[in-house]
Every structure is written in C-alpha cells, then in structure tokens.
C-alpha cells in the first residue's frame, strides 16, 4: 500500500514537473521570435530538435527503445502527428484571428475533454472532486490568461480553431496512454517525436532559417528550448501519465500557465494584478484537491 502511494506522488510529481518547464517555455520563445523566427518556425524546432536529440541519445544509450510493433504506430502517429502537431496548428492559427486570452482560454479546454473522453473510452469516474478540481483550473487559467480583462476578441472560425487545438492537445492523454499500454514512457515519448518531427517540416519557412544564419547564437536558445521545454517534459509527463487516470494527469498539467505568469513576473517584470493572483490559487487549489 505504501509503495503505491509512493509511486502515484512519484506521478504526480513527474507532471508538474512537465507543467513548470512548460511554463517556461515563454523564456525561449521571446528570444527566438525576437530574434526572427516564425511561431510556426519555433514548433518545427521544437519537434525537430527533440526528435534528433532523443534519437542521437537512445540511440548509444538503449536501442531498444527503436522496436515497436507496427500495428501500434497508429498510437504514435496520434500522439505525435494528431496531437503535437495539429493542436499547434490550430493554436497559432487561431491566435492570428482571436485575442492571444481567447486562444489560450480555448487551449485549456483540453481538460475538459480528456475528462470526457476518459469516461467514455476507459469509464473513469467522473466524481464531484474531480469536477471541482476541473471547474477551479478552468476558472484560473481563465484569471491568469487575462479573460475577465475585457480584451477578448473572438470570430466563429477562431472559436472553433482554438476548440480544436484544445481537443488536439488532449488527445496525447488518450493516444498516450493506450500507447503505455504495451510500452515504456521512454518508447512513446521518442515515437511521438519520431513522428512530429518530420511532419513539423512543413511549417519551416525560409525567414526562419535566413534567422538562425544571422543570428548563430540563437542556437543556444533553441536547445535549451528542445531540452528544458520540450524533450523533459514531454519524457515527465509521459512517466506521469502511466501512473495517473488520463483525466486528471490532464487537470495537473494546467499548472503550466501559473508557471508562465509567474515567469512573465520574475524575469519580464509583468504586473502581478489581483485577478492574475487569485487565477493562480484556483489553478493551485485545484491541483490540490486531487492530490
């Protein structure tokens, strides 16, 4: 009993762990886009990079990681190509026509829809904690993103774009985790790169590589975001996600945007405003009740 729970804080802890280095992420892509890459140049950095240096690690660490059954690239073709990818897409298309709060509003949606899905695919039960942990998080990421500000702007194809991006993102809970079914984090977490790194080319643009000629130290950058805000959280929310119901690993993993507030705070000297504040300990309050 005891190494059971041991072993759920041990998940519990791995995704908000991935929650903070994605909170993080802002600190990288500030520097690149500053420097003159597109956010669609950013994710194929960030898919690419992570594909190549998982694939350059596991290949002299443990090869095994390689062998997978083909019957089951269908998960990994969902995780990298359905969710990673196109739940981008989706996102920065729908920051184009909608205000940067209603798009990442619409993205923290993905909770709501693992919830859903997890009860209809694996019957988790949907009790009243979870509930209320999912309406507190919700609520938060609302507070944090600036939706009660009054500079929400939304059009109907924006609405459904952001939508999509949240059901995408949520799809990596679900793919992943009949994925873990038959193996390790390690195994899903390369597969799913080795899949959204080559389909991430596409959204390459020459500006983006004309950036990086230029500017030779955004290198630097780059890989601390292909190592701290992607391959690690990706790896640690996997290993979270073996160990912890799809639908509240899902509701954990909106600490990410108290992260990025706090970032925006302690680095950029972004305002702390009593609303951002009490987004934050809804955020917090919510992870709590679940854990």
């Known amino acids: ?14 995704i908000l762990l991935a929650a903070a280095l994605w909170g993080m992420i802002g600190l990288w892509n500030r520097r690149l886009m500053a420097g003159g890459l597109s956010p669609t140049g950013i994710v194929t950095v960030r898919n690419f990079g992570g594909m190549a240096l998982l694939c350059a690690v596991f290949a002299v660490k443990d090869r095994r ?6 019957a089951h690239l269908k998960y990994f073709f969902g995780t ?17 026509l909608c205000s940067l709060a209603a798009a990442s509003i619409l993205l923290y949606t993905a909770p709501s829809f693992v919830v859903v899905l997890s ?4 019957r988790e039960a949907v009790t009243k904690r979870k509930l209320l942990a999912l309406l ?3 609520l938060g990421c609302a507070m944090v993103c600036g939706v009660f500000s009054g500079e929400v702007t939304v059009t109907v ?24 079914a038959h193996y390790d984090s390690i195994t899903v977490t390369v597969w799913t790169f080795l899949f959204a790194g080559p389909a991430s080319l596409v959204l390459l643009r020459r500006g983006d590589i004309a950036a990086f000629a230029a500017r030779p130290d955004l290198l630097v950058t780059a890989a601390c975001l292909v190592v701290f805000s992607t391959v690690l959280p990706y790896l640690f929310y996997t290993r979270g996600l ?19 507030a706090l970032v925006g705070v302690a680095v950029y000297h972004e305002p702390m405003t009593a609303l951002t504040a009490a987004g934050i300990l809804c955020v917090l309050g919510g992870v709590a009740i679940l854990g």
């Open 136 to 138: 507190l998080t919700l």
């Open 80 to 96: 990298g190509v359905v969710s990673v990818v196109l739940f981008t897409v989706c996102y920065f298309t729908c920051q184009k």
């Open 65 to 70: 990681v390689f062998r997978v059954q083909k």
């Open 1 to 14: 009993m005891e190494t059971e729970k041991t072993a759920r804080k041990g998940a519990y802890g791995s």
């Open 242 to 260: 073996a160990g912890v119901e799809s639908g509240k690993a899902s509701i954990m993993a909106s600490l990410e945007p108290v992260v990025a």
């Open 119 to 122: 009860a209809l695919l694996w």
């Open 157 to 180: 194809t924006g609405l459904a774009l952001g939508l999509g991006a949240g059901f995408f993102y949520a799809l990596y809970s679900i793919f992943g985790r009949y994925a873990l």
